[in-house]
């Protein structure tokens, strides 16, 4: 019988995906222009809405499944000169990127990377409980950058509903500055969103809105470009 590595073991399986750190930002998330007609407000939020070319993984035949994790790209990372066929190598972790988000805080993208096939029940929640439970905040040469592992954040609960997952959390974010703020959220979101192919991320710290306790006002959808 082969054996497939379950959540709990992934972590020495799959620690060459061991990034996170920190990088400087500050800045704004853009969004879309609003329509004619008394509706103005509401059509402009939905324009907002950038499309997620990321559908929710599939599971194997043997009822495995590839994590999407949201990492921070490394500074003046250039996505474009990697391919998504290239065979891993444990020192290039950024062989396993499958897509890529627009800029956002302070001149920062996330990079969505799969982690080996695992068995699991809740894809979601486990990639944010393994984002969480890294023990160091970054790998591989250039580094990508995990402050989420640094953090006293704790998944309660993960619902998917229509084209909108909501994230709720528990603990302590422990950010430094603004900029690492603004990667944990964008972290949390592109990390929810990849894994159920919804279009818009809604993140709770104890029922309250996570942006708003760590003081960000613009939290537009990021849009994800694919790298296939």
């Known amino acids: ?15 060459v995906l061991t990034l996170f750190g920190l990088s400087a930002c500050n800045g704004d998330s853009g969004g879309g222009e609003g329509a004619d007609g008394q509706d ?8 907002e809405v950038p499309d997620n070319p990321l559908p929710e993984p599939e599971f ?9 994790l949201g990492l921070v790209s490394p500074p003046g990372y250039d996505w ?20 890529r988000t627009e800029m ?9 990377m799969q982690s ?14 393994y984002l969480l439970s890294m023990d160091t905040s970054q790998h591989g040469s250039p580094a990508f ?4 592992a640094t953090s006293g954040l704790e998944v309660t609960d993960v619902e998917h509903a229509d084209d909108t997952v909501t994230v709720s959390l528990t603990g302590a974010p422990g950010s430094t500055d603004v900029c690492q703020s603004w990667q944990m959220l964008k972290q949390i979101e592109t990390t929810a969103r990849a894994a159920t192919g919804a ?22 959808p990021l849009a994800i470009h694919s790298l296939d």
Do not use: K, W
């Open 40 to 47: 103005t407000d509401q059509d402009a939020a939905e324009e």
């Open 80 to 99: 474009e000169i990697y391919d998504s066929s290239d065979e891993f190598e444990p020192d290039q972790p950024h062989s396993h990127q499958v897509a």
């Open 116 to 129: 080996v096939p695992m068995v699991t029940e809740n894809p979601t929640e486990s990639a944010l409980e």
């Open 145 to 148: 950058l995990n402050p989420l």
């Open 199 to 220: 279009q818009e991320a809604v993140i709770l710290l104890d029922d309250v809105p996570l942006a708003s306790q760590l003081g960000l006002d613009d939290t537009a």
């Open 1 to 15: 019988m082969t054996s497939v590595p379950t959540f709990r073991g992934v972590f020495s399986a799959f620690a």
């Open 104 to 112: 956002f805080g302070c001149q920062d993208y996330i990079s969505v």
């Open 60 to 68: 194997d035949d043997d009822e495995t499944v590839a994590l999407p």
